[in-house]
């Protein structure tokens, strides 16, 4: 399946140059590949994995980014030890850390690299991992010094998340030229550099039908004034056709309604009272679920509102977990007689009975 072709005037600005592809070796393994113009926050260079599909025909993609907390003033810059903390892997990812980390062991054992289990719709696929280590959700480009509260207190941060991402696209455009379908997986701050670096998607690839499968990284909406502090502090570069995407993550929804909805989706999955989602909005559990029913009902149920609500679909539990994927929680994960995993391979399979589920509070 194609479609028209979405890009821009702002492509050429975005992807200059693309290439070289990247060596289909060692299909169905692991592999890191070193990307020299990227950085994590610290500044050194970092990259990514990929693990090229077993079928020499596969025609699907699925590019999944990390989770990790973020970062936007010195308070939360300082809150980790060494690579691990509020914020991971500030200090760097590289072929090291892919291969010996424990975060990277565990994200290796996901549900969604297992070719082996026959109830993977991504088995067949080629599979990459976007490591996290920038502190910006994937859509920083600048660099900032964060400064405390006494003299001489400060941190530089290399805000490059968004610009790893065109580096990366830079180089999976030639290697996937010709994909009947892509697929952007996230879980926490990595659901959320899914959903933005969606226009990034449809730029690079034109016309190529991107997903988004956000994992805990909901469009919940904050005050328009923080929203827009975080992306300032990020350096965000925006659509030009879209500047209201840096107003909130509704605005960046809507956007993709008008722009590509009609052929791309957009699942969402998330708890009702998620803990750690919570806390980093500053709201009990109980507020949080609030407004994750009014996301639902007002907006993603509602076709007048929303104009992409025709391809979006959710699968909102009551509980109080974060994530499903790096925890493998997927295996569990059921409302009424509908299991995750069946949820996932409806999507997949294009399943015109594929539909949203969600848990009503007690």
């Not at 957009?266 to 500053?282: E, I, M």
């Not at 639902?296 to 391809?311: E, L, M, S, W």
């Amino acid at each position: 399946m194609r479609k028209s072709d979405r890009s821009t005037a702002q492509r050429t600005a975005l992807f200059p140059r693309f290439g070289p592809e990247i060596p289909r070796t060692r299909p169905g393994e692991w592999q890191w590949v070193d990307f020299p113009d990227t950085a994590s926050a610290s500044g050194t260079p970092t990259g990514l994995a990929i693990n090229f599909s077993l079928d020499p025909n596969a025609k699907r993609a699925l590019v999944y980014f990390q989770a990790g907390g973020a970062c936007w003033s010195y308070a939360t810059a300082c809150l980790q030890i060494k690579n691990y903390g509020a914020v991971l892997h500030l200090g760097g990812f590289g072929r090291e850390e892919w291969e010996t980390s424990f975060v990277a062991r565990q994200h290796r054992k996901m549900w969604l690299f297992d070719r082996r289990d026959p109830s993977n719709p991504f088995r067949d696929a080629h599979l990459v991992y976007f490591p996290y280590c920038t502190g910006d959700i994937y859509v920083g480009d600048r660099v900032n010094v964060l400064r405390g509260p006494l003299p001489g207190m400060k941190k530089t941060l290399h805000f490059r998340g968004q610009a790893n991402v065109r580096a990366y696209f830079a180089r999976l455009v030639p290697t996937f030229p010709e994909l009947e379908r892509l697929y952007l997986v996230g879980s926490s701050a990595g659901a959320y550099g899914a959903a933005f670096a969606w226009w990034l998607a449809n730029e690079a690839w034109g016309t190529v039908p991107v997903d988004v499968i956000a994992d805990a990284g909901h469009t919940i909406l904050l005050p328009r004034e923080r929203f827009e502090r975080l992306i300032t502090a990020w350096g965000s570069k925006l659509p030009d056709d879209g500047p209201e995407c840096g107003h909130g993550l509704r605005e960046l929804m809507e956007y993709a309604a008008c722009r590509y909805m009609d052929v791309d989706r957009y699942a969402l999955v998330t708890t009702r009272r998620d803990l750690v989602l919570s806390a980093f909005f500053g709201m009990t559990p109980e507020t949080h679920a609030r407004h994750v029913d009014e996301l639902r009902t007002q907006y993603f149920d509602n076709r007048t509102a929303f104009a992409g609500a025709a391809n979006v679909r959710y699968f909102i539990t009551d509980d109080f977990g974060h994530t499903v994927f790096p925890t493998n929680r997927v295996h569990r994960a059921r409302i009424a007689d509908m299991d995750l995993k069946r949820w996932l391979r409806q999507m997949v399979d294009e399943d015109p009975a594929w539909r949203s589920f969600h848990t009503r509070a007690a």
